[in-house]
T-cell receptor
């Protein structure tokens, strides 16, 4: 992932709409990818993961897509709710437990 | 089952001092990793411990160190604090050192260096 520094990209979405958060990862050797959600004052919370031998995985209201050809990961949130407002991070692992995080995307849900 | 517990939640120190942060992993988890989170650099890996041994280390100066105890609890220490060390320090635990385990994070320790 690439850090975007102080100014997080922000996705503003209407309550009930679908959200798509994108992430470019950097290491071709990474074989495991995770999405985390971080709310204000809290640590990152696991949302969903995907291994490199898959291109899609679905959870409850969330779907992760992996495109290894272009090293791109996306998180889709269906029927976005106010509780989905947070900063979302993608992370990659190449070996062991070291996570390399992307810079994060702030999601703001408008009522 | 209790989550990852980090203490203290907040710390204020002055330049030149040292600080020790503590992390208690989820019961049964033997791997503990530490991360530094700042607005400028995002989330960066510090180090990982498993069975009291450092398994992996990030690109931080030697002022940052850690250890793990036989009960899997971990501490990290920062000596000769600098203003740039102000950050949220996060601890994550997982069952093993295998890369496919989910890592669970604590709420972090917010360190302010004045």
């Amino acid at each position: 992932g690439e850090s975007v520094g102080l100014h997080l990209p922000t996705l503003s979405v209407q309550e009930g709409d679908n959200s798509i958060i994108n992430c470019a990862y950097s290491n071709s050797a990474s074989d495991y990818f995770i999405w985390y959600k971080q709310e204000s004052g809290k640590g990152p919370q696991f949302i969903i993961d995907i291994r490199s031998n898959m291109d899609k995985r679905q959870g409850q209201r969330v779907t992760v897509l992996l495109n290894k050809t272009v090293k791109h990961l996306s998180l889709q949130i269906a029927a976005t709710q106010p509780g989905d407002s947070a900063v979302y991070f993608c992370a990659e692992k190449a070996a062991g437990n070291k996570l390399t995080f992307g810079g994060g995307t702030r999601v703001l849900v408008k009522p | 089952k209790a989550g990852v517990t980090q203490t203290p939640r907040y710390l204020i120190k002055t330049r030149g001092q040292q600080v020790t942060l503590s992390c208690s992993p989820i019961s049964g988890h033997r791997s503990v990793s530490w991360y530094q989170q700042t607005p400028g650099q995002g989330l960066q890996f510090l180090f990982e411990y498993f069975s009291e041994t450092q398994r992996n280390k990030g690109n931080f100066p030697g002022r940052f160190s850690g250890r793990q105890f036989s009960n899997s609890r971990s501490e990290m220490n920062v000596s000769t604090l600098e203003l740039g060390d102000s950050a949220l320090y996060l601890c994550a635990s997982s069952p093993s050192w295998r890369g496919k385990d989910i890592q669970y994070f604590g709420a972090g320790t917010r360190l302010s260096v004045l």
